[in-house]
């Protein structure tokens, strides 16, 4: 079948003119020159085969195929308008966040709010997963990821150092006299045994590594969930000292040394290259940011 689309710019130009009845104003809303609107007009002509306008002393008229055509057009731009517009909006108003498991509930959730506060245009909705996202193929505007910061194509900014220390329940700990050294952790239950942190930190304390083991407890591979089972009473558990600082202040769990292990590691936000002026995504980085560094 033919295809009797003609360009879309000079369709746009049509519109413009047909709507101002003038091609020098059509020239200045589109930015153009007026020989190249005439231009444009005169390729939508040879195309439709009929001309559009009458060229008059100092103004232009529609001639009956303008006349028919006119609305139609207009109405059809008026409907890419509002689904565009629509889409901006959208696009605006709802910030896609993606992130861990751990950091979503014990360091942004509690802080979310100052941000709506302060932008309560912007939706912020959270997402969580552990596996990376692939930017091309998902809906997602911004990422928080554990590791080194070296992701090609992404903008990588640093917000909070990976650091684990040994916390426990209170109870714990007293059922054995109290936690004095680190060799009082080898009495008692080690939670998630399987997490090559505890191999760093049994041997950064000149601890045999073997008692790993010997546990026999379920491995959850998820700090929240770790200190969930350590408030418990059911052992010691690694953890992120900032993101357990409630807990700690309530009694609810003890770090019992001051010593934290730090492997280089870090919590990072990161987004594409490409959408780093994006009003969204420049107004949440900018926030969280600062409050990391408060934190």
Do not use: C
């Amino acid at each position: 079948m033919p295809d009797y689309l003609p360009p879309l710019a000079a369709i746009r130009v049509f519109e413009a003119a047909a709507r101002h009845l003038s091609f020098t104003r059509a020239a200045a809303e589109l930015g153009m020159t007026q020989a190249a609107v005439s231009y444009q007009i005169k390729v939508l002509e040879e195309r439709v085969g009929a001309p559009l306008f009458l060229r008059r002393p100092r103004e232009v008229v529609l001639t009956a195929a303008g006349l028919r055509l006119a609305p139609e057009v207009t109405r059809s731009f008026e409907i890419l308008r509002g689904a565009f517009e629509e889409l901006g909006e959208r696009e605006g108003g709802m910030l896609i966040v993606n992130t861990m498991h751990t950091f979503a509930s014990q360091w942004l959730a509690p802080r979310l709010g100052v941000f709506q506060m302060q932008h309560p245009d912007i939706a912020v909705r959270l997402e969580v997963m552990q596996r990376l996202v692939d930017f091309s193929r998902e809906e997602v505007d911004i990422v928080v990821r554990a590791g080194k910061g070296n992701w090609p194509g992404l903008v990588a900014i640093k917000l909070i150092d990976v650091r684990f220390t040994p916390m426990l329940s209170p109870e714990l700990a007293a059922s054995i006299g109290g936690v004095h050294e680190p060799a009082d952790i080898l009495k008692l239950p080690l939670l998630d045994s399987k997490d090559p942190w505890w191999i760093t930190w049994l041997t950064a304390n000149n601890l045999p590594t073997d008692v790993l083991e010997r546990q026999t407890l379920p491995s959850m591979n998820m700090q929240t969930l770790d200190a969930a089972a350590a408030m418990a009473g059911q052992g010691v558990t690694l953890l992120t000292p900032e993101y357990f600082r409630r807990e700690v202040a309530d009694g609810r769990l003890i770090q019992p040394f001051d010593q934290v292990i730090d492997e280089g590691n870090a919590y990072w936000l990161a987004y594409p290259e490409s959408r780093r002026n994006v009003p969204k995504i420049r107004a949440f980085r900018d926030w969280i940011v600062k409050e990391a560094a408060g934190a």
